[in-house]
C-alpha cells in the first residue's frame, strides 16, 4: 500500500513536471508564431509579469507592452529549462527577423498548469528584444 502511494505521488510529480515544462515552452511558440490566441490561455487568473522596466503589471498591460515584441522574434533556443514543482526557470538564446541575438533568463511561477507569474531577466542591452547582442 505504500508503495502504490509513493509511485502515485512520484508519477503525479513526475506529471505536473512536464505539464509545466510544456505550458512554459509553449510561450516561446506563441511568440515565434505570433500567436497571441496562443499565448492568452497558457496565463491563470491574476496573471503578472515583471521586468526591469515592469512591475507586476497584468495581462492587458503585458499585451500592449510586450507582446508587440513578437512582431520582431524569429526563433528562440532553450538552452537550459529546469522545472522545479510550479517554479520554471529558463536560459535562452533568441534571434530577431533582423538576425540580431539576445539572452536572457525568466523564471515563471504556475498553479494548476497556468502561469500566475513571469520574470524576465535581460541580458546586455536595455529591454527586450532590443537588448541584442551586435
Known sequence: MVTLLLLTIHCTAQGSRQSNEKTVR????????KDWNMLKPLFADGFAFN????DHID?????VRCWPNSANIK??????LVVDGDDVFVLYHGWTLSGKEMENTEYFKLKDGKIKEFTCFFGPGISFPNNTKK
Not at 495581462?59 to 499585451?63: A, S
Open 51 to 54: 521586468s526591469p522596466n515592469d
Open 26 to 33: 509553449a510561450v516561446y511558440t506563441a511568440y515565434e508564431k
Open 75 to 80: 526563433s528562440f533556443k532553450i538552452d537550459k
Open 59 to 63: 495581462i492587458k498591460e503585458y499585451k
